[in-house]
Nanobody, 125 residues
Framework: QVQLVESGGGLVQAGGSLRLSCAASGGTFRRYTMAWFRQAPGKERDFVAG????????DYVDSVKDRFTISRDNAKNTVYLQMNSLKPEDTAVYLCAADPAPRPSGRGWYEYDYWGQGTQVTVSS
């Protein structure tokens, strides 16, 4: 069974930066498509960024392009989300997700089989 554990969330002022990490265990990480989603209170779980199993293909929702960067280190079984120029509207619980099929990342939450518990990101104005 694949387990995902996120870390790195916290409280930051607008314009600041955070780096989220998601450590995977229990599976063949290098074969997984990985993604970050976020969910604000009372809202749906939204795709933020995804990265293919080989790391050569990334995808971002328009609202975070040029501010967020997703990357992965297959030797450490870890995927990262570097978040710069944070805005109050980025406030949400950020969740890591894994798709065991080696394919480009999808944007639907239903495409991912494994999820972490999430880490809270709060951006104050």
């Amino acid at each position: 069974q694949v387990q995902l554990v996120e870390s790195g969330g916290g409280l930051v002022q607008a314009g600041g930066s955070l780096r989220l990490s998601c450590a995977a265990s229990g599976g063949t990480f290098r074969r997984y498509t990985m993604a970050w989603f976020r969910q604000a209170p009372g809202k749906e779980r939204d795709f933020v960024a995804g990265i293919s199993w080989y790391g050569g293909s990334t995808d971002y929702v328009d609202s975070v392009k040029d501010r967020f960067t997703i990357s992965r280190d297959n030797a450490k079984n870890t995927v990262y989300l570097q978040m710069n120029s944070l805005k109050p509207e980025d406030t949400a619980v950020y969740l890591c997700a894994a798709d065991p099929a080696p394919r480009p990342s999808g944007r639907g939450w239903y495409e991912y089989d494994y999820w972490g518990q999430g880490t809270q990101v709060t951006v104050s104005s």
